[in-house]
């Protein structure tokens, strides 16, 4: 049987005990994008539907600057021209800004799924864009690291950067 030097016992316990007591760092002005949300349920009865659901097909798959398709991954206004480019045919531009002027501008109250919504996340409005799912939820590709996911849009980090809306696809009727 192997003995162990009591010293290296004793650093190593006060090592892992005091790891688990400490308290992690965290800068003042650092704030970090709330936990994901659960998709809601969502029926496809018209394209903007489609929209969405196709959105909900591509859940996990990794955030790529740049990127435009599952295989390679996607950043947010990727995934918005390759959803609907697949779901309802419409060539979309690929930035956040020229996104930004497409289709109609809408009120929040008035949000249906397949809507676009915009934020400001990199101190201009309209650096980032989601696709409305319903029941205050969207789906995006949050950033480096990250994967495409749902988030609630009532979440105080959402909200504080929310910079519009607008509906792309026409309600049928």
Known sequence: MQRHNPLFLIGFL?????????????????????????????HATDRASGVALQALAHLGTPY????????????CSGLVAYVYREGAGLALPRNTFDLSRQGAPIE??????????????????????????????????PTSGGEVRVENLRADYWTRRYSGARRVITPPG
């Open 14 to 42: 006060n090592l892992v005990l005091g790891g688990c007591a400490s308290q992690s760092l965290r800068l003042p002005d650092a704030e970090m994008e709330p936990a994901a949300a659960t998709a809601p349920v969502i």
């Open 64 to 75: 790529r600057m740049g990127g435009l398709s599952p295989q390679t991954g996607f950043d």
């Open 108 to 141: 929040r109250a008035a949000l249906r799924p397949g809507d676009l919504v915009f934020y400001n996340t990199q101190r201009r409005e309209y650096s980032h864009v989601g696709i409305y799912l319903g029941e205050d939820r969207f789906i995006h590709a």
